[in-house]
Nanobody, 115 residues
């Protein structure tokens, strides 16, 4: 059974940092491109970052320089380190796994940036 379980969400002040983690199981993690998407209230879901099985990364322009995605193939985890956070980073963050036509989603974790 495929599972993607996000953790690490919460409330953080503007300028603060947060680290999200996603624990994966039930599929061959190291061949999948892993990613994080987010969806803010009233907005479409958007890509935050992804990392290929080879370690290549891609980031949304809005988060470049502030957010870093990483993966640990030995532990089947993918992480998102978020720094210099802004109120507009407030959203539900979803972990994803993609391989060819197969895509899995986690249930999401809420991140709120507010003073």
């Amino acid at each position: 059974q495929v599972q993607l379980v996000e953790s690490g969400g919460g409330l953080v002040q503007p300028g603060g940092s947060l680290r999200l983690s996603c624990a994966a199981s039930g599929f061959t993690f190291n061949i999948y491109t892993m990613g994080w998407y987010r969806q803010a209230p009233g907005k479409q879901r958007e890509l935050v970052a992804h990392i290929t099985r080879g370690g290549s990364t891609n980031y949304a322009d809005s988060v470049k320089g502030r957010i870093t995605i990483s993966r640990d193939n030995a532990k089947n985890t993918v992480s998102l380190q978020m720094n210099s956070m802004k109120p507009e980073d407030t959203a539900v963050y979803y972990c994803t796994a993609q391989y060819i036509t197969s895509t899995f989603w986690g249930r999401g974790t809420q991140v709120t940036v507010s003073s």
